[in-house]
């Protein structure tokens, strides 16, 4: 049991993160990479670290994205044309 | 396309090195001689529930001291070449507030900050601790920012609650090493009985500084980063 | 817990791989991020022992015989100094990006040929 779960969420996370390296839009690819912070959070919860699993929900799956969306907008650039 | 292949045959290689790291390391059956030593006496000699706060106040404490430096220094540097001529804090909407996030904006902040600070003075007692509790007070005032579009950071306040609890964390060390033990040792002020909120000496004051040093210094980052273009 | 371990390094090295061959500044910094969560997992991973709980002895049960109920602390304790890092030095690169397009008008690394020789 224990070992579907982590193996459908270690899918998840590489699926997203396929989806953040390869996509054009910019904002698409930071939010897939907040994802993985989020989806790593679980699987920290379930090897039995909870205070690594908070840390990483508040800072990789908050914090990160948010800092990484206002760079963004002080930039300006949404599209990634040169691949 | 002879950089990607290069790239995967470099990859490859890497991962031959590697390779044994991830066949000779099986499960693990019982804790090691460190691990055996920290939960043994975790309870007796410090009275702290949570092993992992007294592994990283107590038993590795310069590890952060060290990591409290490097976010510091990190912050320092953001703000440096970040840094805005006249500045003005994050630039006024052009479109209309929205209602519901002003309203409810006002109502959670104090939930939120009252929840960091549960989270960050209980971390000898529950999971939590000091940085956790930091970027919990962070996101409250990425709330202010967002709900308010007039809002400005003081920046004296600000420099306050960031300098003052880093020097009285030093102090508390050097403190720890002429009425106590050692250097950083957290049998400075009475134990107490365990499971109490204050209890375990000096590590629910010294979580409590560190939470409020890294909150400060994650509102600063944010300030800094969303300004005009 | 070995399948959790092989899931990190399959994160690191498509890290590592996404760094090597995109040519986006945000691209190689997304990178770098997905790098730093497959590391923190591999670490946690190692510490786990099958069947025992979470390191919080608040239970009296639990504190008679905590060596043998408990998983590792101390991959814990690094793993968080280690995210907190990770968010530092994100931050750190992501206000380079924004004053070197500030400089260039460009986010893509073939416009910054000085340092070649």
Redesign the interface.
Known sequence: MI?VM??SL?LA??VS??V??YSRN?VV??IA?GI??LF?SV??LI??????AM??AA??SG??TV??LL??K??G?EE?N?? | MV??LA??I??GL??LI?LPL?TD?G??????I???K???M??KELGV????TA??VTY?GL??IG?VA??FI??T??GF??RKKNSRGWKPRKREQSEILHVSGRFLLPIIVIFSIYVFTHGH???G?G?QGGVILASSILLLFLSNSLFEVNHDIMRALETIPGFVYVLMGFLGMVLSAGFLDSRLLPLGKT?MLFSAGTIPIIYSLIGLK?GAELSA?LD??GGES | ???????G???F??????V?????L??M???F??MN?GV??IM???????G???????KHHI?RE???M????????L???A???G??????M??????L?RKRKS??I?DYEDLKC
């Open positions: 070992l982590i193996i270690g996370m590489l993160a396929g953040a390296v910019l690819a930071v990479s993985i912070g790593a699987i920290y090897l039995s670290a909870p205070d690594v840390a990483e800072i990789g914090l990160t800092i990484f760079a963004l002080r930039i650039v990634d040169d691949g | 950089k990607r790239a995967v470099a990859l890497l991962a590697i991830i390391i499960p693990l059956d019982e804790l090691g460190a691990a055996n920290y939960v043994d975790a309870v529930q949570n092993v992992v592994v990283l590795r590890d952060t990591e490097v976010l990190a912050t540097g953001i070449v970040l007692l529950s999971p601790g940085f499971g890294v980052i800094s980063l | 817990m070995t399948i959790a371990i092989i899931i390094f399959v994160l090295f498509f890290g590592l791989f996404a090597l061959t995109r040519k986006n945000i691209k910094i997304i990178g991020s997905i969560n923190h997992l946690v991973a190692i510490g786990y022992i099958e025992n709980t979470a390191p919080i002895l608040d504190r905590a060596v043998q408990v998983v590792d602390p101390i991959p814990s304790a793993v968080l100094t995210i907190v890092i968010l530092a030095v994100t931050s750190l992501l206000a380079y990006a924004v004053m397009y986010l893509s073939d």
